[in-house]
Structures are given as C-alpha cells and as structure tokens.
C-alpha cells in the first residue's frame, strides 16, 4: 500500500481518535471533578462528614476501576446503544471511554485535592467562609496544578483506552491498527499507527506539563 | 477596660480516640478583658491549641460555653459538623492568625488579604482598597503583587496578620503565630501585635510555648497544664501571687550568698511602690550596704515590676528591722532560705520547657 493510499485512513483515524478522547475527557472531568471532591468532603475529618455517601461513592469507583477496559466496552454495549443510538464508531464510544475514565480521573481529584494543606481549609473557616468558599476559593484553586496533571494523564490513559475501542468498531486510530496492520498484515500501517500514538501522547505530556510550569512560574514554591 | 470580650465557662473538649477518650480541655474558664494583649503559655499537649480553636468553634467544645464580645457563639453553633450562618458571620469578626501562615499560594498578597472580604461579599474595588490599606497597616505596602512563595516568614505572617484585620475584628486569635520564626522577626511580629493592639484597641489572645512571647507582649497570661488553667491574671497580678510558677518565669531571679551570716531575700515590685527607690532609701536609713544578686525588672504603663534578689549582712534575726522597713513600703518581701536550697540542688529544672517549633 502506498503513502497516498494509508494517508486518508491514517487522518481520518487521528481525527475520530482525537475526537473520542477529548469528549470522553471532557465527560470524565465534568463528573470525575465533582466526585473527587465528594470523595475528600464527605470522609472522616471532612467538612460534610458522611461515612454512608463515602463508602458508596468509594465502592463504586473501586468497581469502575477494577473492571478492565476491554470488559466495560463490552458490558455497556447495551447501556451505550440505549443513549446514542448505536454501539458502533467514534461518537458510541465517548460512553465508554468516559465511564472508564470517569472513576480514574476522580481518585487522581481525590488525591489532589487532599494534598491540600489542612490548614488553609481551617483558616478560610475561621474567615468565616463555608463549603462553598472552601471548595472553590481554597481546594480547587490550591490543587490545580495536581489537577492539570490528572487531566494530562486521563487524556492519555484515554488515547490507549480508544485504541482498543477500535477492536470492537469504535474507529480512530486502534480500529486504523486491528484492521490493516493486524488483520490485513500490513505492517507500514501497524508501524504508522505506533509512531502517531507515540507522538500524540508526547505533544499532549509536553502540553500538560507547560500549563503546570506555567502555574508554578506564578511564584508557587511554597 | 474591665468587661471580658471573651469568656469561656467550664470549657471541656474531649476526643474520641480508636475507643479511648482524651481529655484537651477540663474545664477552662478564661476571661480575657477588652484591649489587653492575654497570652496563654503551656508545654505541647497541655491543651492550648484545642482552646483557641474553641474560641471561635473550628472545634466544638464537648461542654461550656464561649462567649465573644457579648455573642454566645456555642448557642450559635447548632449540632451537626457544619458551621450555620450565623457562626460563620461571627467568625468573620474574630481574625485568626496561624502558626504556619496557611496563605494560598495561587493567590497573590493583596489576593489573599482580599479572601475574607468575599466572604462577607464586599464588592470588588471596596476590596482592593481596603487590603491595600491593610498592607500598608502592616509595612508590606509594595508587596501586594508578590505570592507568598516569594516571601520570607515575617513577611508571610504580616500577610496572615493583615488578612485577619480585614474583617475589623474586635478580636485577634493568634496560634502560635512567632513559633515558625527566628528571634529577630518574632520580636517584629510581637511589635506589631503589640501596635496594632494599641492603635485599633485590638484585643489579642495568643498562645504559645515561649514565655519571651508573653514577657515581650501580654498584659495578662495564664499557664495551662493538662488541660486545665493552674494559674491567670494581669502580670501584676501574677507577681503578687506568692510561689507563682507563671511569674517565677517571667522575673526569675537567682543568685546566693556570697558568704555565710548574709540574709538572702527576695523583693517583688508591684504597685505604687515600684516607682521609689526603696533600695537606696534602704541603705540610707539603716546604714547598710546592700548587694543585688540579681534581678529582672519591666517597665509596664511607665510602672516598675519584677523582682529583685538582694543580700543583706548580718543573719536574719539581725536585720528584721530593713526587712520590715521593705514590707510598710509596701513590697513583698520573701527570705531566701538557704537551708531550703543547698548547692547541689540550686537549680531547678523550669517548669516551663522550651519546646521546638513544630
């Protein structure tokens, strides 16, 4: 096969790749976020203590996590089809892309924000200052560098994870891989395949860690 | 002057621990008057950091009651582990400052002193003036736009100070505020407390393991020890308190005999009689010379205090006389026994134990 023929597909597998990844990392912030948080409040020596919430929320990240991504693709068949129409291509596997990566993204929030020094939360109380004013004036703005890195890492853990979206019709560059380089055992598309995801995920490293130099230049060396 | 702006009643706090109970608080009543500077002293675990952070409810007293500046904050606290509306606006009216600071690095100086100003909702220009207003209250004028990572501890903590002023509060919490510094910027810090209580009429209660702190700063202190209150009053006060621990290690005085048939006594300055010069007047009536073996003296509100250890010739039975003369000048006058203290035991371990910052 030549250049000018595995060109289109290789595009075509970049564009859906990337589209999948960043919805599902969208997704996975918008619930991840508030799930981690939930997660540091509600837990002993939390500001909204509550050990049933806790455990319930614990539990439930510990069996997203501990289900392997392959399984959860194909276990939500039936969940996916139900919210987008279908279980094939780019859009369909935004659901389990994000499903996956949701419990993943909320502890890495988890640990983040709990980093955070114990006794700016004390002294935003002592102002005064509530729930509200804690989360998002002292946690959130404290951990997020932390934060950018998660997202850094969920958005690369989701380019491996819609790789192997491609073996059960997902498009983007994994379905690019299984159905020429593995199946048609044309090996410049296995070995293009391979060098774009290297690349991809090392612009994206690259970016995430200038955001945090760029939050850390803000004199943050205590 | 004389109405307590802050009063603890029968203050108990007692933590559940894998089972077991701890015991922080047992029972402190604490009554800290308007415009004084109260510092309250105690080794770690003597229950001092549990009760200033009772004073404004970051812990919830098991018992007693907190009242500040005339509000019953306990009967405002309601059960459950949130902070109610109305705590938390009184909270808004008492500043804290922090032993380790606790600024927010991601925001900048002025940002920081601007926090609790949005809390209380004050709008966005009104914020900015105000905390320039307090920079320059506390001599940070041009580091407004610097993060806390840029500066160094004295300067962080005039941060922490002037960010508990921006609420105007009444009333100053400090935990441990000079522990994390060197003694150079703790005296600074300690002057600017001293300042600001002078020039706002800010009542200060802090607590700390260091007596300099309340040598330098307090008008008042009280010893806390397991959890309890052993001793509190003025300085004054304390002096006059014979056998006071407090004020043995504010005005400690030694120094023995230098021979046999001397009569070794101490004499505490407090009141009026602090302002003559009783020893002179002494040595004159009587016609004696009189050493002073040691001595530790303060000037507080233009008055002498402390203490002073003299030795007189002659044994005690021969100098009732100068001893009696001391007592109608109105000086508290207590011999030195040296049978009590022979040499090898002369020194006593403190009572008080520096302890290192933690």
Same mark, same amino acid.
């Given at each position: 096969?030549?250049?000018?023929?595995?060109?289109?597909?290789?595009?075509?597998?970049?564009?859906?790749?990337?589209?999948?990844?960043?919805?599902?990392?969208?997704?996975?912030?918008?619930v991840g976020l508030p799930l981690g948080v939930l997660l540091v409040l509600t837990d002993k020596g939390g500001l909204l203590r509550n050990v049933a919430v806790?455990?319930?929320?614990?539990?439930?990240?510990?069996?997203?996590?501990?289900?392997?991504?392959?399984?959860?693709?194909?276990?939500?068949?039936?969940?996916?089809?139900?919210?987008?129409?279908?279980?094939?291509?780019?859009?369909?596997?935004?659901?389990?892309?994000?499903?996956?990566?949701?419990?993943?993204?909320?502890?890495?929030?988890?640990?983040?924000?709990?980093?955070?020094?114990?006794?700016?939360?004390?002294?935003?109380?002592?102002?005064?200052?509530?729930?509200?004013?804690?989360?998002?004036?002292?946690?959130?703005?404290?951990?997020?560098?932390?934060?950018?890195?998660?997202?850094?890492?969920?958005?690369?853990?989701?380019?491996?994870?819609?790789?192997?979206?491609?073996?059960?019709?997902?498009?983007?560059?994994?379905?690019?891989?299984?159905?020429?380089?593995?199946?048609?055992?044309?090996?410049?598309?296995?070995?293009?395949?391979?060098?774009?995801?290297?690349?991809?995920?090392?612009?994206?490293?690259?970016?995430?860690?200038?955001?945090?130099?760029?939050?850390?230049?803000?004199?943050?060396?205590? | 002057?004389?109405?307590?702006?802050?009063?603890?009643?029968?203050?108990?706090?007692?933590?559940?621990?894998?089972?077991?109970?701890?015991?922080?608080?047992?029972?402190?009543?604490?009554?800290?008057?308007?415009?004084?500077?109260?510092?309250?002293?105690?080794?770690?675990?003597?229950?001092?950091?549990?009760?200033?952070?009772?004073?404004?409810?970051?812990?919830?007293?098991?018992?007693?009651?907190?009242?500040?500046?005339?509000?019953?904050?306990?009967?405002?606290?309601?059960?459950?582990?949130?902070?109610?509306?109305?705590?938390?606006?009184?909270?808004?009216?008492?500043?804290?400052?922090?032993?380790?600071?606790?600024?927010?690095?991601?925001?900048?100086?002025?940002?920081?002193?601007?926090?609790?100003?949005?809390?209380?909702?004050?709008?966005?220009?009104?914020?900015?003036?105000?905390?320039?207003?307090?920079?320059?209250?506390?001599?940070?004028?041009?580091?407004?736009?610097?993060?806390?990572?840029?500066?160094?501890?004295?300067?962080?903590?005039?941060?922490?100070?002037?960010?508990?002023?921006?609420?105007?509060?009444?009333?100053?919490?400090?935990?441990?505020?000079?522990?994390?510094?060197?003694?150079?910027?703790?005296?600074?810090?300690?002057?600017?407390?001293?300042?600001?209580?002078?020039?706002? $009429? *800010?009542? #200060?209660?802090?607590?700390?393991? @260091?007596?300099?702190?309340?040598? +330098?700063?307090?008008?008042?202190? &009280? /010893?806390?020890?397991?959890?309890?209150?052993?001793?509190?009053?003025?300085?004054?006060?304390?002096?006059?308190?014979?056998?006071?621990?407090?004020?043995?290690?504010?005005?400690?005085?030694?120094?023995?005999?230098?021979?046999?048939?001397?009569?070794?006594?101490?004499?505490?300055?407090?009141?009026?009689?602090?302002?003559?010069?009783?020893?002179?007047?002494?040595?004159?009536?009587?016609?004696?010379?009189?050493?002073?073996?040691?001595?530790?003296?303060?000037?507080?509100?233009?008055?002498?205090?402390?203490?002073?250890?003299?030795?007189?010739?002659?044994?005690?039975?021969?100098?009732?006389?100068?001893?009696?003369?001391?007592?109608?000048? $109105? *000086?508290? #006058?207590?011999?030195?026994?040296? @049978?009590?203290?022979?040499?090898? +035991?002369?020194?006593?371990?403190? &009572? /008080?134990?520096?302890?290192?910052?933690?």
């Amino acid at each position: 096969m030549t250049w000018s023929e595995m060109q289109p597909l290789l595009s075509q597998g970049i564009i859906d790749t990337l589209y999948m990844v960043l919805w599902s990392t969208l997704v996975s912030v918008a619930v991840g976020l508030p799930l981690g948080v939930l997660l540091v409040l509600t837990d002993k020596g939390g500001l909204l203590r509550n050990v049933a919430v806790n455990k319930v929320v614990g539990v439930v990240v510990n069996i997203g996590r501990s289900l392997p991504f392959i399984v959860l693709l194909i276990a939500l068949i039936p969940f996916t089809t139900l919210v987008v129409g279908t279980f094939i291509g780019p859009s369909a596997m935004i659901v389990p892309l994000a499903i996956g990566a949701i419990p993943f993204f909320a502890r890495l929030v988890e640990t983040a924000v709990r980093e955070v020094d114990h006794g700016l939360v004390e002294a935003a109380q002592a102002m005064g200052g509530g729930v509200p004013t804690v989360v998002f004036k002292v946690l959130l703005p404290q951990a997020l560098p932390s934060l950018i890195s998660s997202v850094t890492t969920t958005f690369i853990v989701l380019i491996g994870y819609s790789a192997m979206a491609g073996a059960v019709g997902g498009g983007g560059l994994g379905s690019v891989a299984i159905s020429y380089g593995y199946q048609r055992f044309e090996t410049q598309f296995m070995l293009a395949t391979v060098v774009i995801l290297v690349l991809l995920v090392t612009v994206v490293q690259l970016l995430g860690d200038a955001a945090v130099r760029l939050l850390a230049r803000r004199g943050r060396t205590s | 002057m004389e109405t307590p702006v802050i009063t603890t009643t029968g203050l108990t706090k007692v933590y559940q621990s894998r089972g077991r109970e701890v015991t922080a608080l047992d029972g402190v009543d604490l009554h800290v008057r308007e415009g004084e500077v109260f510092g309250v002293i105690g080794q770690s675990g003597a229950g001092k950091s549990s009760l200033i952070r009772c004073v404004n409810l970051l812990e919830r007293p098991t018992t007693g009651t907190v009242t500040v500046d005339g509000v019953d904050l306990t009967a405002l606290a309601g059960r459950g582990n949130r902070a109610g509306r109305e705590l938390r606006e009184a909270r808004s009216r008492i500043g804290m400052v922090f032993q380790h600071f606790n600024l927010l690095s991601s925001r900048t100086v002025q940002g920081n002193i601007e926090l609790p100003l949005e809390i209380l909702g004050v709008s966005g220009r009104e914020r900015s003036r105000k905390a320039l207003e307090l920079l320059d209250l506390v001599g940070l004028a041009d580091k407004a736009k610097s993060y806390p990572g840029q500066l160094s501890g004295g300067q962080k903590q005039r941060v922490g100070i002037a960010r508990a002023l921006a609420g105007d509060p009444k009333v100053l919490l400090s935990d441990e505020a000079t522990s994390a510094l060197d003694p150079e910027t703790t005296r600074s810090i300690l002057q600017l407390l001293r300042d600001l209580n002078r020039q706002l $009429g *800010l009542t #200060v209660l802090l607590i700390t393991h @260091e007596m300099d702190v309340v040598k +330098t700063v307090c008008d008042s202190a &009280a /010893l806390m020890r397991r959890g309890r209150v052993v001793e509190t009053g003025t300085v004054g006060e304390l002096l006059a308190t014979p056998g006071s621990e407090l004020a043995a290690e504010l005005f400690p005085v030694t120094g023995q005999a230098t021979g046999p048939r001397r009569t070794v006594v101490d004499v505490t300055f407090h009141g009026e009689a602090a302002t003559r010069p009783v020893i002179s007047q002494l040595s004159r009536t009587y016609n004696i010379d009189i050493s002073i073996l040691g001595a530790a003296m303060d000037t507080v509100g233009g008055k002498q205090i402390g203490r002073m250890r003299i030795e007189l010739p002659g044994q005690y039975e021969e100098n009732v006389v100068p001893v009696g003369f001391l007592r109608e000048q $109105g *000086l508290q #006058v207590d011999v030195v026994d040296d @049978e009590d203290a022979p040499l090898d +035991t002369q020194d006593p371990t403190p &009572a /008080l134990v520096k302890e290192t910052a933690k």
